[in-house]
């Protein structure tokens, strides 16, 4: 495989792996702090796509419309916005079954999941909108790798949020009250923290994350529909528990992982040496055979810790 | 205990009453019903509710001109979300209900196949305004028809008018569905046999959004033209990714492809794609203005694909009822069967006469390019006579 | 107890399961609304909230009646009284909708029954066992798959689909403890993932293997049952009622479920069975009174996967195809819903559940796009008012009961 082929796949992988862990690091968020498969989560990173999307319409009209400065209130407001409705969805569907089985939560997100996307799909219709055009520009180009502005802007961004995240949760007052409800609920209590603000919070913070991983989808594909959730949820919430799932970091992690495996391992077994035919067809495979071998490997996930069962 | 025994006994009486009361309720004795399953959700929403209008509009035009005498024409309409379990779940509904005569029967060849057999064995004629799977129509059942032409007739157009531009190296995607890999397989077929090399043939998934590795694949394979075979949404983010992965080639595409979606969702990168449609040109006919205009200031928005077909499918079966009430008779399914087979209806898209194996004589491909967001006619094939 | 109670309780044990089979008959039988043009066009809707507002009405005042409290205590009503009057209840309705001539809820009824099979079966490790299954509708579409390729195609034998039934279950059960034997060590949640994926690949591969499946391409024409030549496609006439093809599987089916309702429950009320709440409540306690764990995992991965098996090959038989859109995620999800919706480890509970979601959503057809909207917000409602399920298992009551309130 000639090398600019080898690095347009390995930057395809890095773009995908970055919305990936953006999505990837909600489902964590939740999970460590409620330990439930935040199912709807999905549906709030296709919010946050169409939120951006009606903002970025709506300002099309003014004197900044169509040139990048507009992505900013796009990116704050959906974000603002999205992370209210995350915090909604907690309010509704989970706090009333706080202390319900886990299955009966599942099925309660479930129905969240459900009701999200049908709403969703009869507010803005059944069909693909377009994404307004940003930064599309190349930036870099050499035979057949092609580098354009959205690529680094993605990339960028992801890291910066991840950063910012990570040193929210490491260094600030409400990110250690999150870090000791999730370690152990009643000790947390006993030293003063509001369980269910902070859980506001945890939900507040993921849901923001995944808007930006909504618009930043809508760039990059230039299109957005109302059920495209359902399949980067699943593969985000792989990548959080290829990751050790309640490890902020490890979604992180595993977010690249994934994206870089499910870009490049294809389209290497699909060029000589190799020559797989038809490999493409089983790409989503791929992601979860490597899921299945890590997890054999390290039961816990690549971050993850060995914890002891519960009792 | 007696009280309860009163209970039971209360309870049970008010449940019968009024269970069978309201059960056996029947329409009005001169009601005709027509049946429609078509995907009003799901990932082919957007085409399915342009059918649908189109019928609502044929049925509620035969009602105000009294076209069934003192018939009332009434639409028992279904969802089948693409999805062939709720097809023919959706089926038997329909067929299992004695006062639907006929049925405008699905969107996809994955829901027409396996509820066909229900048809069959129910005795009622179905007619479908879009599967183009040429499996449907040879399993040997009477009550099976379609109003457009199949994809082996399809293909073929298809793979012709790609060697006959001059291409050699053609590279085939599809959506690994009924339809799209059905198609594919009949180009990859038809444009080998006319000398062009076939370089590639892979599947992508329906609902993924990321096709940049296969498209990177392909584009290493050197093709001068990419076939898809699959719908408009995947189809739009193909050729779009392809111009951002710099690939010039010509974006080759049938029917499914053909609606505004594909140009919204590849914006300028759909310019100069071929999109093959079934029958002969709409725009282009005197019988279809009239209704392309009502449909438009109806609904508000122009037609863009099988619009004009489900509406002749609806205008078939009326046809069909009116004479059958003209005649004085009963409308029943034996009736509506055997006169489908006879008619020659001249619709909206020309004229309708269905062969033995209940597909339509009407053989016509059209090519369309993309120009400027808008889908221009460029060359028809076939018998394009009356 | 007096001899008047004793005896009201066995009348009861009889009667109320066909009262509620009749509610039933009333409930599917309303027809839907189309156009509203008069006032009596909204008739059927008054109809069905009546028949809803009188069930839940019924069903309290039953609770809280004198009846309920001698049909709990009495040793005469045992639970094995109470199923064979459902069974018997459930035999005889689709003969009263026959007469009625709505071969179509029949149809919904038949699969629900496949649905009860799997939940009853998914039961078995996610509410029993307490493994957390999310691929389930992998081993669903192995049993389906193997009826449509091993009775359609060049050199196959129609007649092979009984002999089917236990291949199928079987193939699953091996495929089952290929699944569960490296997954072991994993803690639940990293099992669910990893179930997931394993359903996923299953998929994955039977879209993709065109030699052996077709792929997306149906495979059609897959063999119904047969018995000494008579097809149980073909309708069949006993005087007045005529019993069509979809009929005849409702009784299978039904013989089927008895079947494994029985097996089920012995398993649970044996060793077996406490093994797998031991482990299930706390696994290193069971280790540490020497119950083998590794061998009761597989164990039930094997029963809940031939289950499964079993359920797809009904299903491939009944629908005449199988092609992979209908094992997707949403399939596992969907079953695993109806487990816990109702009630985890309760058998009636699944059953009934399967046959609800199942009956439901074609009910509010009606409601055409607004149709999963409600069903979504149903979901939530209905976890939210009673999260532990329809009708809880017994174990479970037990335990909610006795953990203090803090």
């Given at each position: ?311 | ?386 | ?96 909708l026959c007469v009625l001539e709505k071969y179509y809820w029949i149809h919904v009824l038949a699969i629900s029954l496949i649905y009860v099979l799997l939940a009853i079966s998914l039961n078995i ?282």
């Amino acid at each position: 495989m000639p090398a600019e082929a080898f690095f347009q796949h390995l930057l395809n992988g890095l773009t995908l792996g970055g919305m990936y862990a953006l999505i990837a690091i909600g489902y964590t968020l939740v999970y460590g702090i409620i330990e439930l498969i935040n199912f709807a989560h999905g549906e709030i990173f296709t919010f946050g796509a169409f939120l951006g999307l009606l903002i970025l319409s709506t300002l099309a009209s003014t004197p900044i419309g169509s040139t990048a400065p507009a992505l900013v209130p796009a990116f704050l407001v959906s974000m603002l916005v999205t992370a209210g409705l995350g915090v909604t969805v907690e309010r509704v569907a989970y706090r009333p079954l706080s202390r319900a089985s886990r299955l009966a939560l599942l099925i309660s997100a479930l129905g969240a999941s459900v009701f999200l996307m049908n709403a969703m799909m009869l507010t803005f219709g059944r069909d693909s909108k377009p994404f307004p055009v940003y930064l599309a520009a190349p930036i870099y180009e050499r035979g057949d790798l092609v580098v354009r502005q959205i690529d680094v802007f993605l990339m960028v961004l992801t890291l910066a949020l991840c950063i910012l995240l990570d040193q929210f949760v490491r260094k600030t007052r409400l990110g250690r009250a999150m870090r000791s409800v999730a370690q152990d609920r009643e000790a947390a209590q006993m030293c003063g923290v509001s369980v269910s603000a902070t859980i506001a919070v945890t939900f507040a913070l993921g849901s923001a994350l995944a808007a930006a991983a909504g618009i930043l989808n809508g760039l990059y594909y230039g299109v957005v529909r109302f059920d495209m959730g359902f399949l980067a949820g699943m593969k985000a919430f792989t990548a959080a528990v290829l990751g050790g799932i309640g490890n902020i970091r490890g979604a992180m992690l595993g977010g690249i992982v994934l994206g870089v495996s499910e870009s490049l391992i294809p389209a290497l077994l699909s060029a000589p040496p190799f020559s797989v035919p038809e490999i493409f067809d089983y790409k989503d495979a791929v992601a979860f055979l490597i899921l299945i071998a890590v997890l054999i490997i390290r039961p816990s996930g690549l971050l993850g810790e060995e914890l002891p069962e519960k009792a | 205990m007696r009280k309860l025994s009163g209970f039971g006994v209360a309870c049970l009486a008010a449940v019968l009453a009024v269970g069978y009361g309201c059960g056996g309720g029947q329409p009005p004795a001169k009601v005709v019903s027509i049946g429609m399953i078509l995907p009003i959700t799901g990932p082919a929403a957007s085409a399915g509710n342009e059918a649908y209008q189109a019928i609502q509009l044929a049925i509620e035009d035969a009602n105000a001109a009294g076209r069934l005498g003192s018939y009332q024409l009434r639409l028992v309409a279904r969802d089948d979300v693409s999805d062939p379990k709720q097809a023919v779940s959706s089926a038997k509904d329909l067929a299992s209900n004695p006062d639907v005569l006929g049925i405008i029967a699905h969107f996809n060849s994955g829901c027409y196949l396996p509820a066909s057999r229900v048809y069959h064995e129910n005795q009622v004629a179905a007619i479908t305004p879009a599967a183009t799977n040429p499996e449907i129509t040879l399993q040997g059942y009477p009550e099976i028809h379609r109003i457009v032409t199949t994809d082996q007739v399809q293909g073929e157009a298809m793979g012709q008018y790609i060697s006959a531009r001059g291409l050699k190296r053609l590279a085939i995607i599809h959506d690994k569905t009924q339809y799209g890999e059905g198609i594919a397989k009949v180009v990859r077929a038809a444009s080998s046999g006319a000398g062009v090399e076939v370089v590639s043939f892979d599947g992508i998934q329906v609902g993924d959004k990321d096709f940049r590795a296969i498209l990177t694949a392909v584009r290493g394979k050197k093709p001068d033209g990419v076939f898809f075979g699959g719908l408009y949404d995947e189809g739009g983010l193909l050729v779009k990714q392809m111009r951002e992965l710099g690939m010039a080639q010509t974006f080759f595409g049938p029917d499914g492809i053909k609606g505004k979606d594909f140009t919204d969702v590849a914006g300028a990168a759909s310019n100069g794609s071929i999109v093959s449609f079934v029958g002969k040109p709409i725009d282009q006919m005197t019988t279809a203005k009239s209704f392309l205009a009502n449909y438009e200031k109806r609904f508000g928005r122009p037609v863009e694909n099988f619009g004009p077909y489900a509406y002749d499918v609806a205008g078939i079966f009326i046809a069909v009822l009116e004479k059958i009430v003209q005649r004085g008779d009963a409308p029943t399914r034996a009736g509506v069967l055997s006169e489908l087979k006879k008619i020659q209806y001249p619709g909206v898209i020309g004229q309708t006469e269905f062969d033995e194996h209940g597909d339509t004589k009407n053989k016509a491909i059209s090519f369309y390019r993309v120009e400027n967001g808008q889908f221009v006619f460029v060359e028809a094939t076939g018998d394009l006579s009356s | 107890m007096t001899p008047p109670g004793l005896a009201a309780s066995r009348w009861a044990v009889w009667v109320l399961p066909q009262i509620a089979m009749v509610w039933l008959v009333a409930f599917l039988v309303t027809p839907e609304v189309q156009s509203v043009r008069r006032a009596a066009d909204l008739l059927p809707i008054l109809n069905l909230a009546v028949l809803i507002g009188g069930a839940v009405w019924a069903v309290r005042f039953f609770l809280k009646s004198d009846l309920c409290r001698h049909m709990m205590e009495s040793q005469d009503v045992t639970p094995r009284i109470l199923a064979q009057s459902v069974f018997l209840a459930a035999a005889v309705l689709p003969v009263v909708l026959c007469v009625l001539e709505k071969y179509y809820w029949i149809h919904v009824l038949a699969i629900s029954l496949i649905y009860v099979l799997l939940a009853i079966s998914l039961n078995i490790v996610v509410g029993l066992s307490g493994l957390l299954v999310l691929g389930f509708s992998a081993f669903y579409g192995i049993g389906a798959y193997v009826a449509a390729i091993l009775t359609t195609g060049a050199g196959s034998s129609p007649h092979l689909i009984w002999a089917l039934l236990p291949a199928a279950a079987g193939l699953a059960a091996g495929f089952g403890l290929l699944l569960g034997a490296p997954t072991l060590r994993l803690r639940g949640d990293y099992l669910a993932i990893v179930t997931m994926g394993f359903g996923e690949i299953v998929r994955i591969i039977l879209t993709n293997w065109e030699g052996l499946t077709r792929g997306p391409i149906s495979i059609s024409g897959v063999a119904p049952f047969h018995l000494a030549g008579w097809s149980f496609n073909r309708p069949f006439s006993a005087g007045p009622i005529r019993l069509d093809g979809d009929t005849q599987y409702y009784f299978l089916l039904l013989l089927t479920v008895a079947f494994f309702v029985l097996i089920t429950h012995r398993l649970s009320h044996s060793r077996i069975g406490r093994a797998w709440v031991a482990f299930r409540e706390d696994e290193l306690a069971a280790r540490c009174y020497g119950i083998d764990v590794t061998r009761y995992k597989l164990l039930a991965f094997a029963v809940a996967a031939s289950g499964a098996g079993i359920a797809g090959v009904y299903f491939a038989s009944l629908q005449g195809f199988v092609d992979p859109t209908s094992f997707t995620f949403l399939e596992s999800v969907l079953i695993l819903s109806m487990v816990v919706l109702g009630g985890m480890g309760s058998l009636p509970g699944c059953a009934a559940a399967a046959v609800i979601l199942q009956v439901l959503p074609e009910k509010l057809q009606m409601l055409r796009e607004y149709r999963m909207l409600i069903f979504g917000a149903l979901m939530i409602v209905f976890m939210c008012i009673r999260p532990e399920g329809l009708i809880p298992s017994r174990r479970r009551l037990r335990r909610i009961r006795e953990v203090p309130v803090p």
